[in-house]
């Protein structure tokens, strides 16, 4: 049985949510996996040794990602790399199947640019649109580039982009990726 954990950013909880789904799935497979945010391991920090496998996901935020991303893969590039390890991307550019091909998703490609960490494996998940929730000017902003996109923009709109089917399957994936003889 394997051990494997999940890391992530999130800012308004659907990155932990898929987070905490494809736990669910490597569960149900029958290996063991944790799910931290990338924050709480200030106070609690990774036993490394524990795990043979590592997911990381973060949330896209205005064409990039919340510093104490780069800042977590740079502190901690060498253990996300001695093991099998993969990077999740979630956006809701990616509401569009064509985004989700790693060549065409700018996001994942800033990020591959940009982090210290060069992860074995990829994947891109789309995200939420959720208007209530976020603060009135992100909301404006982001209903400002949708109109541009032609997405939604409807200032009481809820739209949960995710294909909570292909994020079961990518849990199957990083419990296989966690099988496979690593160097
Ligand atoms: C302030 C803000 C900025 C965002 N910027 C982008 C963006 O530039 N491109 C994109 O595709 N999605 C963008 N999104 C959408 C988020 O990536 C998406 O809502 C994601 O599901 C948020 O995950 P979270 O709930 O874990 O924070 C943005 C969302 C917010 C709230």
Known sequence: MAHILVLYYSRGGHTAQISRAIADQI???????D?????DTKQKPIEWDKYQAVALGACVLYGSYHKSVFEFVSQHQQALSNIPNSFFCVNVVARNPEKRIPENNKYLQKFLTLSAWKP????IIAGKVDYPSWPWYDSLMIRLIMKMTDGPTDPTA????TDWEDVKAYGNHIAKLAQVEFS
């Open 35 to 39: 799910v931290v945010n990338i924050h």
């Open 120 to 123: 074995q494996d990829v994947k």
């Open 27 to 33: 569960i149900a497979n029958g290996d063991q996996c």
């Open 158 to 161: 809820i739209i949960d982009y």
